[in-house]
């Protein structure tokens, strides 16, 4: 499994950024698959975001972003998409998209990082005035 951010920018407080997800996976369909969104500023923990099962009937959005981020996804695409609207500043850091086999079971999916195998790279999101 590779999976593949982007989107990430520059933005000023207020403004908003979709950040996509890709996945490459093989041995099963893109919706046996979970998708959690991450970030990790300097110094600081990497913390979950957002997540979404495998079939999109659930998805979990931390107290931080709930009613601002918006997870979604197109299996038909293996994309994850994370919509972020009104921006802080806290909200900068580089943001990772993970996955793990849900087998599309759909109840859940996973807060932590340790519930994810596969990570992307990352992609750098930085909000300043």
């Known amino acids: 499994v590779q999976l593949v951010e982007s989107g990430g920018g520059l933005v000023q407080p207020g403004e908003s950024l979709r950040l996509s997800c890709v996945a490459s996976v093989s041995r099963f369909s893109s919706d046996y698959y979970a998708i959690g969104w991450f970030r990790q500023a300097p110094g600081k923990e990497r913390e979950g975001v957002s997540c979404i099962s495998g079939s999109a009937a659930y998805t979990y959005y931390a107290d931080s972003v709930k009613g601002r981020f918006t997870i979604t996804r197109d299996n038909a695409k293996n994309t994850v998409s994370l919509q972020m609207n009104r921006l802080k500043p806290e909200d900068a850091a580089v943001y990772y998209c993970?996955?793990?086999?849900?087998?599309?079971?759909?109840?859940?999916?996973?807060?932590?990082?340790?519930?994810?195998?596969?990570w992307g790279q990352g992609t750098q999101v930085t909000i300043s005035s």
């Open positions: 993970a996955t793990y086999l849900d087998y599309g079971l759909g109840d859940h999916c996973g807060r932590g990082p340790d519930d994810y195998d596969y």
